[in-house]
């Protein structure tokens, strides 16, 4: 019965992905993935991404995100297929457990950044300079028991907002993915704490049925 159940899920899944209107502009635009309009429209609707900054881009794999930052700073180089390639005017640098395909202009770092040997990596990328931006599309592997997700979800939020009191400058931005559902508030407050302006943001990109949304942090308060 389950195994019905769960083809039946899949198969709906698949319909869905392969009728999703993001999915198909993905492909038309050169995407490696839809959630590069997820932070195409936080960007959009709080400019957060300008040419000349330095970006770190956490969870980067399969690298949408650091494609869309990588257009932000080339934007008259965009070639065929909507491919950026050209000038680089800013610093992008990705970060993930997995293996992510070269991106033109972006330096990948594969590795956990709790590590020493990885944080000192990232020291090195960014050149004793702070990040304008810190961008996390980080997720668990979720097991579906929901007390143990949301640990999970917390934990991996936690680090990001770390991550930046570490290596933000002081009026800079973190862009974190949460799902919504129990100790969705506590980050909400953490995020709070943390930054001066906090946002919540669902973007039209992310699935209505996902619990999926965006917390934004500008401005880090200072540690008392």
Known sequence: MTKVKSKKVNRAWLHDHLNDPYVKLAQKEGYRARAAYKLKEIDEALKLVRPGQTVVDLGSAPGAWSQYLRRRFAPKEAGVGGAASGELNGRIVALDLLPMEPIEGVLFLQGDFREEAVASQVAEALQGQPADLVVSDMAPNLSGIESADSARIAHLVELSVEFAQTHLRPDGALVCK????????????????????????KPKASRDRSSETFLVGMGLKKSS
């Open 178 to 201: 949460v799902f919504h559902g129990p100790g969705y508030s506590q980050l909400v407050e953490l995020f709070k704490k943390t930054f001066r302006v906090v946002k919540p943001i």
